[in-house]
């Protein structure tokens, strides 16, 4: 036991300084985190670790000279700056989960930081996953036949996915009860997603679209239409489909990533295509037609202040508030 002396310096109630978060705490701690988040960090700790055995450095508690060696090393694999800087969140991360001192990060941050402004000026940028915009939509539509059970699960999953401006774990994680139709367009419900740490849910309006073999709606009817002539209403709204048509269980987000992949690439575009294309391509076809930046930020479940959602809505603004628009020479 220990006492904590107050501001004015008098002593205050005992304290027991080798006290520790029980077992059953951290395990519901750790619980607690997003399943994509959860599993990137083992991914990322496991690698750590690794390294670290392997060099014969401290791995927890880290020491800052570690970091900036491991730092050295992830450059040296070639890894991008913005995964190096996760590697350096989830180090921490693992410190302070488990109640010890957290490593000095300047030195690493400051090698992150070189290897950054080197990167920019060998001309290299960092990769991102094309926008679906919505011409890029109709291109991957046009490959889904749907007369078969693969194009209409995988029609669904475009349409829906850019309607929502969903996150590939929302979409996976949607059941057919998540779906409801009303006369305006479909209601679906977020059960949780990446801003919602609170898990109190969300509704989101999916209505009509102009154009009848790309409206959301219409391919959510035909699918579920098709499921319950499988005798499936309920449980998991995007499945699995074998070569051979057959229905399975649920689809995970890595799954949903490599159709999108796949769509993409027998359309004849860019096989870097991903479920978050989805998500982009949806923000900046709505800048493109003039939402504002609250309502796309509302429907796509963004932070309002979302560095994210400015480089989708930027990409519009840089034409339409041009400085120069209306100057004439």
Known sequence: MSLVVTEQGHPSAPVAADRRMSDETRAKVAASVPENT??????????????????????????????????????????????????????????????????????ARLLVRAYRRDRVDAGIRDGQAPAAVATVIRAMLDTCDPRTTRGLRDRLLLLLGFAMMARRSELARLDLADVVETEQGLVVHI??????????????????AARPDACPVRAFRAWSAHLAELDITTGPLLRQVDRHG????????????????????????????????????????????????????????????????????????????????????
């Open 191 to 208: 059960a949780r997603s990446k801003t919602d740490q609170a898990a109190a849910g969300r509704e989101v309006a999916v209505p009509f």
């Open 246 to 329: 057959n229905v399975g269980g649920r689809l995970g987000g890595q799954s949903i990533d490599r159709i999108v992949k796949r769509l993409g690439a027998d359309a004849g575009l860019s096989d870097q295509m991903s479920a978050h294309s989805l998500r982009a391509g949806a923000a900046t076809s709505a800048a493109d037609a003039g939402a504002t930046r609250a309502a796309i930020a509302e429907q796509g479940r963004w932070n309002p202040t979302s560095n994210a959602l400015d480089r989708y809505t930027r990409q519009t603004d840089r034409w339409k508030n041009h400085p120069l628009a209306n100057v004439a020479i």
């Open 38 to 107: 959860a599993r990137s960090y083992r991914a990322q700790s496991r690698r750590f670790y690794a390294w670290c055995e392997r060099e014969d450095w401290p791995a927890l508690p880290t020491t800052g000279d570690a970091l900036a060696e491991y730092v050295a090393y992830l450059i040296k694999e070639g890894k991008a700056p913005g995964s190096i800087e996760v590697a350096l969140s989830v180090i921490r991360s693992m410190h302070r989960l488990a109640g010890v001192v957290l490593p000095d990060t300047r030195a």
